[in-house]
């Protein structure tokens, strides 16, 4: 397969990776990683990596019941070098708590996040990195405890 139709494949399962997430449907999400994948997020510190399985995948299961109408928009993918994609998603539903200077509580917002995905030979993710604005997050995790 040329370069060109393996991207398309790596944007088609990044594409199924994110509709999975947007369903609150981890167990979707983690059939598209592999076994040993690795994820981390950024704004947890740049040595942040940890297992999608069981680690990452708490946070994934996690938001849902934080933001009940929580939802997931790509605005853009790019395809990057050797096997990787690059997303730009917007994430987030009503607001649980106030996040001064961004949303009040109850409001609809969406915080914008960046994503680095890696897949291995056999498309399945890898290595998943991730940005975003912390402060938002971290009123919505002080607002579930």
Known sequence: MGLVGKNKDLKAITEKFFAAYNSHDVDGMLALCADAAQGRYLPYGKNSFIPIRGGLEKIWRGFPQAVP????????????EENSVTVQALLGGTMPADVPGVVKKGEVNRIAHAYIIRYNAEGKISRLDCYWDNTAIN????SAL
Do not use: L
Not at 69 to 80: A, R, T
Not at 139 to 142: D, G, L, R, V
């Open 69 to 80: 109408d929580f939802g997931v928009e790509i605005v853009e993918m790019i395809s990057g």
């Open 139 to 142: 009123a919505i995790k002080a």
